[in-house]
């Protein structure tokens, strides 16, 4: 709670009120200000050390007092329970993959993608950070000539390649196709194609819709200007791991 020093708002007052404003004391004055919440976004990766940490702290209430006394003096200048601490968290064992997906299910649509446009969907960014190692595509029109890759917004519309590779083979029309890849991706970035004559199923209502540019714009690095198209969603889905 806060404590005044004098009349709330005349000379001073330090503290929370209602757990929402804080008062602080800067030079001769006082501020008020909203109270600040600490980003906690529980990731996989918190929640696994968190567990790690909380397994040594029970580690070592388990041990007898003898036990813990005979930790002291072997880390200079730590107490038993920091040197035994110290010793249970040097040999962290890694981290479990996080599963990635990144964009649509591939499953017959209402509509097709257009032919000779890179295309990306804005459904579904990536989850994490990592490599794409599998996609699945669900095709409209025979496909032979198809790019897939990773992009990201650089300023609204405005949308780059981080990383791409072709997809070898002949798509027959109706076709669902998994293949395996190996394409970088960050958290947040959006999944696309390229395809000279073929296309992919496609909706285009009810979604977050798609960005689309006439010709080839899928090597990395490259960086272009795109058209928005309101409520699509293509049939383009990734997985990997980050």
Request: aromatic share 10%; hydrophobic share 35%.
């Amino acid at each position: 709670m806060a404590k005044p020093k004098s009349p709330l708002l005349s000379l001073g007052a330090r503290g929370t009120i209602a757990d929402s404003l804080t008062f602080q004391k800067r030079g001769l004055a006082t501020i008020v200000r909203k109270k600040p919440i600490p980003k906690d976004p529980k990731s996989p990766a918190q929640l696994a050390r968190r567990q790690i940490y909380r397994d040594a702290v029970a580690s070592w209430n388990s041990l007898t007092l003898q036990e813990q006394e005979a930790w002291r003096g072997i880390c200079p200048g730590l107490t038993p329970y920091q040197c035994f601490m110290s010793e249970e968290l040097k040999y962290v064992p890694p981290l479990p993959p996080i599963p990635i997906d990144i964009g649509s299910p591939a499953i017959d649509r209402a509509s097709q993608t257009t032919a000779n446009y890179t295309t990306i969907d804005k459904n579904n960014p990536a989850n994490a950070t990592g490599i794409i190692t599998s996609i699945e595509f669900q095709v409209q029109y025979r496909i032979r000539f198809l790019t897939v890759g990773t992009f990201y917004s650089t300023n609204g519309n405005t949308l780059k390649c981080r990383a791409s590779e072709a997809i070898p083979g002949d798509f027959p029309t109706g076709s669902t196709q998994t293949k395996a890849v190996n394409i970088a991706v960050v958290e947040g970035d959006y999944i696309g194609f390229y395809e000279l004559a073929g296309r992919l199923e496609r909706d285009t209502e009810g979604f977050a819709g798609i960005w689309g540019i006439l010709n080839k714009h899928i090597d990395p690095g490259d960086e272009w200007v795109y058209d928005f198209f309101a409520g699509d969603a293509i049939s383009l889905y990734g997985v990997g791991e980050g």
